[in-house]
């Protein structure tokens, strides 16, 4: 059997949502990739997982340190562990010549992220992060249009990331990405899918970033007179009126059978009451008032690119649930997309003609990211069985150039002032990145 033939085998070093989600592309595509072993230090989780894919029990361990510590048994260690934890699994990965699939974003510092980038490089595995927005039918159908020059030169792009009133509540104010300190800023732990989107989509180097944002409603102050700081023991007459009630969101998704995320994050255990045993004593049954978060829920930034090209990204909580949307202005037309339909307008003919690329979500998380999760571990997979990096869109000096970006976001979000993008990911092996 040739080895383009053989299914590429995959080590999860993380099963948590994220890890979860790309082992599942294995189990659903057999012929083209399976599970060997697993990491978990999360007994429960990792536990569920090996009895899924079927592990023995020697492919089983309780974290990444124990899974690196004997000989590569995979071809490919896919790293979702947390955001703080990637640079020390890539780095020990690389040396066994595990080629990785990388969690977003790479490292929450750029030291790091230059680390991981050097790591890959030195070992000669490929890398790549998941910035899966990159990889859906839809970007791959905007990218088309503007590459035949359908609305001409980019001059300008507005663009929103609508992250969702629960979904804050949920990862960014109750959840693991709650606080700078233990994870990352919000613009990197959420939206650096949307900063590299832009940096593909635009096609030029990012020259020059200004930024505003501030944590504004979840926050004690916010928290209503009478409140409790749980939502099971808060008084009905307050909880009733609450948007962000844990007890109401959550046990509603138990009680239409939904046990995957973001209910698997709080609990392993589906029942009434397991679930009210986790929004007693965990952290995802807090009042969203009375949380330790300390990131932003909103935040502007404008970016300028090379040849003069401008960009504007908002990013707010106070959405309800829907995909990305997008409007760029171009010297012979504008368009128009919310993740799904393409909008154009031809400024020559007048007329407006519209593409759906056809694919039944939003461009959440809930859907696979519009496919994109689906279209990442199909383009890596096929790249490690080809042997062919080019395979991969969102490889290392793509990934660190778009982070750089977030990183310069940050610094003129704190500084209130325009910040000049250190060099970019470009300079490391002094060639362009592609677009």
């Given at each position: ?12 070093l ?36 090996a ?21 590569r ?5 896919v ?12 780095e ?102 949307d900063l ?9 180097t ?22 409790s ?5 808060c008084?009905?007459?307050i909880?009733?009126q ?51 978060n ?11 690119f ?10 707010t ?9 997008t ?8 368009l128009?997309g919310?993740?799904q ?5 031809d400024?020559?003919?007048g ?22 999760d ?5 383009a ?35 500084r209130?002032?325009?910040?000049q ?12 990145s592609?677009?």
């Amino acid at each position: 059997m040739s080895r383009a033939a053989q299914p590429v085998q995959l080590l999860i070093l993380g099963a948590g949502s994220r890890g979860a989600t790309y082992a599942d592309y294995a189990r659903r595509h057999p012929d083209e990739c399976v599970v060997v072993g697993v990491a978990e230090p999360d007994a429960g989780r990792r536990i569920a997982f090996a009895q899924v894919f079927g592990l023995p029990a020697e492919a089983v361990f309780t974290d990444w340190q124990a899974a690196l510590a004997v000989p590569r048994f995979a071809e490919v260690a896919v790293i979702a562990t947390q955001d703080s934890d990637h640079v020390a699994p890539v780095e020990a990965a690389a040396a066994l010549g595990y080629h990785l699939l990388l969690e977003k974003p790479m490292a929450p510092d750029e030291a790091g992220c230059r680390r991981i980038v050097a790591a890959a490089g030195a070992h000669g595995v490929m890398l790549g992060v998941c910035h899966v927005l990159r990889y859906t039918a839809y970007t791959q159908a905007l990218r088309a249009l503007l590459d035949a020059g359908t609305i001409g030169d980019i001059v300008s792009v507005e663009h929103l990331e609508p992250v969702g009133y629960w979904h804050q509540a949920h990862s960014f104010v109750r959840g693991h990405w709650r606080n700078e300190a233990s994870s990352s800023p919000m613009l990197l732990a959420k939206s650096c899918h949307d900063l590299d989107w832009l940096r593909y989509i635009v096609g030029q180097t990012c020259e020059r970033v200004s930024s505003f944002g501030s944590l504004k409603h979840f926050r004690r102050q916010e928290q209503p007179l009478g409140a409790s700081d749980r939502c099971v023991t808060c008084p009905s007459v307050i909880e009733s009126q609450c948007p962000y009630s844990a007890t109401r969101y959550y046990f509603g998704q138990l009680n239409a059978g939904q046990t995957g995320w973001p209910l698997n994050v709080v609990t392993t255990t589906f029942t009434p009451e397991g679930l009210g045993q986790a929004l007693s004593e965990g952290p995802y049954g807090r009042c969203v008032y009375a949380c330790d978060n300390n990131v932003v829920d909103h935040q502007v930034v404008n970016f300028e690119f090379t040849g003069g090209v401008t960009a504007s990204f908002t990013m707010t909580a106070f959405t309800r649930a829907r995909g990305r949307e997008t409007r760029i202005f171009g010297t012979r037309g504008e368009l128009r997309g919310n993740s799904q339909e393409i909008e154009v307008f031809d400024f020559l003919t007048g007329e407006t003609s519209l593409v759906d690329t056809e694919v039944a979500s939003d461009g959440s998380i809930l859907s696979g990211h519009g496919g994109g999760d689906d279209g990442l571990m199909r383009a890596f997979v096929s790249a490690v069985a080809q042997e062919d990096a080019s395979l991969i869109l969102s490889g290392p000096l793509e990934t660190l150039e778009s982070h750089l970006m977030v990183f310069a976001a940050e610094q003129a979000r704190h500084r209130g002032t325009v910040v000049q993008v250190s060099p970019n990911a470009a300079h490391l092996n002094g060639r362009s990145s592609t677009r």
